[in-house]
């Protein structure tokens, strides 16, 4: 893909684990590391990166040659998203061909200016757009956001199977939501139990890249568009994510060595 090193997608099988939470603050992390990042909403029905990373509604990208779009840029990251280009009220009722070609379109129509990482934030599911992903363009892995419990998963069993399926590598299992943190008086509760992420990651031979909290500030600043990364960078939040950040890039790296991994049959 022009303009683009390496392709990672951050993916699970469920909505509302932390995919996009995972996505802008592990892309802030690794830009903070010196890399170029690119953030691509591959979340047609449900775009979340124009509110987490501070864009306004009704900012659109510029137009470039070649029938092609520039990335918007927020916190030194260049990032595409359909909430950018269309009112997403109105893509809530497309139909699955619309989606895939709205999606093609971003990924094929996106000038990215010589990034290191595009993150890809996926949607839910192991769909059209996943699928779409892995024939058209070389992701050089898959980062596995996951909640710990049983019915969560459940669902990122599915993405990971999926993955294999299209020789995509899975770099690792993020658990989100790990353990509840107070605020007010430090106490803390395993809400979603424990020890998930290293049940899926040992069932599949691969690693759990790191675990997150389930905190107030990690949705209010995500959700208010200055990420943990980038409004509390010494946080153990924000560490937690350079250590995950370090491990994607040097799983990639490493993986390149092997030469081109992807292919696709039905
Ligand atoms: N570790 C966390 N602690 C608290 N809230 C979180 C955490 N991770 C995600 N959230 C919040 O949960 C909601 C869903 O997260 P999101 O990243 O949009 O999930 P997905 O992309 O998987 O659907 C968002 O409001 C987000 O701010
Ligand atoms: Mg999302
Ligand atoms: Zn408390």
Redesign the pocket.
């Known amino acids: 893909m022009d303009g683009v090193k390496y392709i990672v997608a951050v993916a699970?099988g469920?909505?509302?684990?932390?995919?996009?939470?995972?996505?802008v603050n592990l892309a802030l992390a690794l830009s903070a590391q010196g890399y170029r990042v690119g953030v691509l909403d591959a979340?047609i029905y449900?775009p979340?990166q124009a509110q987490?990373l501070g864009v306004k509604e009704g900012v659109r990208p510029q137009t470039a040659e070649g029938n092609k779009f520039l990335p918007l840029e927020a916190h030194g990251l260049q990032a595409m998203s359909m909430a950018f280009m269309v009112n997403t009220r109105e893509a809530m009722v497309w139909r699955g061909p619309m989606v895939v070609g709205a999606f093609q379109q971003m990924l094929t129509q996106t000038q990215w200016d010589n990034l290191d990482f595009l993150l890809i934030?996926m949607p839910?599911g192991t769909g059209d757009i996943q699928l779409t992903l892995a024939q058209k363009v070389p992701v050089s892995g898959a980062v596995i956001?996951t909640t710990p419990q049983d019915i969560a998963l459940l669902d990122a069993r599915k993405g990971i199977e999926m993955f294999r399926k299209v020789n995509v590598p899975v770099l690792g299992v993020v658990e989100?939501?790990s353990l509840y943190h107070c605020e007010n008086c430090g106490h803390e509760a395993a809400i979603f139990g424990t020890g998930g992420g290293d049940l899926i990651a040992e069932e599949y031979q691969t690693t759990v890249l790191g675990r997150?909290?389930?905190?107030?500030s990690?949705?209010?600043l995500?959700?208010s568009g200055k990420p943990s990364v980038v409004s509390e960078p010494d946080s153990s939040v924000s560490q937690t994510f350079a250590e995950i950040a370090r491990q994607v890039a040097q799983s990639v790296s490493a993986s390149e060595s092997d030469g081109p991994t992807i292919s696709f049959s039905e």
């Open positions: 699970s469920k909505g509302g684990v932390g995919k996009s939470t995972v996505t979340d449900g979340s987490m934030d839910p956001v989100n939501m997150l909290p389930l905190t107030l990690i949705r209010e995500a959700d």
